[in-house]
């Protein structure tokens, strides 16, 4: 018992003095093969940290936690983190591939000319439904009218989740209404509270984590969820044979694409190696390896040959060019928005 | 005389070692950081969460203190009506606690020995499994495709009734929070029947008292000491809850937990979770309070 413990304690020892790389990352969010390549390629290793929502990664960024090389956030935690000047600015010198990446995902608003951020893969927020119960119940898919209207909803009673998440669900009820998912307006709000006080009597819950196994299970047949919790409730439930898909679906009217990157923190002792791994995650194949195990969307332009046909051929996973315009990146809102949209989703819990 | 002054001076050293840990302890994580919460509810909220600085060099940024969140909070019901649904929801959870408590306590206290020691440890025996695996056993057994849903499902069909759902539904809240706190009352109640003196009963019976008066007029009120400590164990962790709800809860069922979690993650409004923290605080004080009074006005018995 003591000898592997030793044995251990040496290795951990001997690594250390080694070249570490540092990366504060979303759960299941790299495949091991990738980070094993990296490290053979490097002569490092990868030292993994976890987070599994932008808020939680912010806070313990904010409560002093250092010696994160890398950082993977969504979109709007990117533009909190430059303005909070937490972010180190990329040396492309040392980023040949970059032009890897399809320039619909490069210069976005939430960091112009890419100064600070490199995009890694991103996920869209849907519908999934199960294949068979909603053919059988002939409900249109290509809109959000399905998790929204009460004509619809009367055969799906206690069939429907949506997230539990402000943001999300206010910007699908305003891409519904019309709106952009950004749209600040109180009055376009209480119009999207109103609609979804209107359908909440018939949704079972609002869930962001149970929702992929009660997909699974069948109990569920209609989620507005994440593209990659759809594409894992559909691979589960091929591989427990239950007769049925878990497909996705973007609506017409348009959804949130969260598009996470790689962005290099201050307190990181290591950017030279932040780099070698940015531009390793530029390559194609390792991009690729992160898409066929979880089903995210991939931003690499290079990467597409290396995609498992099925992946690569869903429009929920790459959509369109008229699909793409429709997508939107949600900004972060200022504290008295934040306050007022607190305050509507309470209401939304309590009518 | 020397020897007066010694020995109160050597039972004051005593008396302070012997509280000094948990003075220390209610110091440091009770009073100091209800100290700060109440501090940071007149505070303006950090871009970033956090707070936003008392003082800035910039006067354009937010700076100093404000009673905005009070304000906020009260410039609408729909607060105070999420408070007022958790302290039902604690109520509910705890009365059935009670109400299943009481008769297995009892049966536990009286109960030869030997297997007394047994009862109470499967009474703790859910503690040795994690919290939230209890609770995701309660998501499948409520599940629509348990046997449960699925026999109830089936004679409410013979009655002609639609079926219901039980999962995600204030009934599996419920359900769970008491599964969950059910000990809490349990042990408490326990401890307390154990001591009471048999020779009571007699005398009672002796007296002509039926089964039923010597229930209600000597172990009951006898018992009361335990059932408010029972109650408060249950009553005030159910009042903080957020994840049961959260997890088993349909749409309608947020807690004054959720909502307060939901500002310090969601909304990163620090300065007014931490009202929110300190208005249900004083609520449950309250509350205590007017069961104290109340309890010393009937509780003239034995």
Redesign the interface.
Known sequence: MIRPILFLLLFIGHAQAADVLHLYNWNNYISDVTIARFETQCACRVVQDYYS?N??M??KL?AGATGYDLIVPTGNAVE?LV??RALRPLDKSQLPKLNNIDPAYLNTAFDPGNKYSVPYAYTLTLIGYNSARLRELNIPVDSWAAIFEPRHLEKLK?RVTVL???RELLAAALKYLGYSANDTIEAHWKQARDLIVRA??Y?????AS?YIKELT???IWLVHGYSSDIFQADIDAQNAQRGFRIVAAIPKEGAVLALDSMVLHKSGPRPDLAHRFIDFMLEGRNAAELTNLIGSGNPNLDARQYIQPEIAQNPAVFPDKTQQVKLEMLRDL??HQ??V???I???I??? | MGNKTTIPSATRLTKWLVSGPPLLFLLLLVAAPGMITVLASFR???????LAPLVAADPQT?QGVTLETYR?FFS?F??A??FV?SLFMALATTLICLLMAYPLALLIAHSPKKSRNLMVLLVVLPFTSNFLIGIYAW?IIL???SALSQMLNGMLHLFGIAPV?L??SPFAVLVALVYAHLPFMVLPLYTNLEKHDPALLDAAQDLGANAWQRFWRVTFPLSQPGIFAGSALVFIPVLGMFAIP??L??????LVG??IK??F?????WP?GSTLSILLTVAVLLIVWLAVRLGGRGGRYA
């Open positions: 929502d808020e939680e912010l806070a904010a909190s303005r909070q206690g539990d998440s402000q909440k009597p949704w079972a819950a609002f869930n149970s299970v069948g109990n200022d504290r934040r306050r949209l607190s305050r989703w309470t209401e819990k309590l009518r | 303006y909220p950090g871009e970033f969460g956090g937010l906020f609408d729909i607060y009506e999420v649904k998501m599940g629509p495709q759902h999962l995600f959260e997890l809860g349909g749409t309608g069922d947020m959720n909502l939901e500002q993650l969601g909304t990163r409004d007014f």
